[in-house]
């Protein structure tokens, strides 16, 4: 019943950004913490950052200063803007709400960042 699209990855260069866009349906979208997940190539799924209901933040130590994670209620969507892009930071980026204890996910979106 809930479903979450995420979009905007793509190829860029080392410095470069970019900007992901999670929208939600199934779900009172405003009641819920989202977050952003990111899994490199074999490596374990790591939190990049949440944003509460009233727009509260919190980030990874590596990615603070660079990336900024945001809501738009009336839209349902949750944003990751991603800014000086290092290629370690290439992976999967996955968009996740918390539902009464449960985490639900979308089906990621490719970010590669090359030098």
């Known amino acids: 019943q809930v479903r979450l699209v995420e979009s905007g990855g793509g190829l860029v260069q080392a410095g470069g950004s970019l900007r992901l866009s999670c929208v939600v349906s199934?779900?009172?979208?405003?009641?819920?913490?989202m977050g952003w997940y990111r899994q490199a190539p074999g490596s374990q799924r790591d939190l990049v950052g949440t944003?509460?209901?009233?727009?509260?933040?919190n980030y990874a130590d590596s990615v603070k200063g660079r990336f900024t994670i945001s809501r738009d209620n009336a839209k349902n969507t949750v944003y990751l803007q991603m800014n000086s892009l290092k290629p370690e930071e290439t992976g999967v980026y996955y968009c996740?709400?918390?539902?009464?204890?449960?985490?639900?996910w979308g089906q990621g979106t490719q970010v590669t960042v090359s030098s």
């Open positions: 996740t709400q918390k539902v009464g204890g449960r985490d639900y």
């Open positions: 199934g779900s009172i979208f405003d009641w819920f913490v």
């Open positions: 944003i509460s209901p009233s727009g509260r933040t």
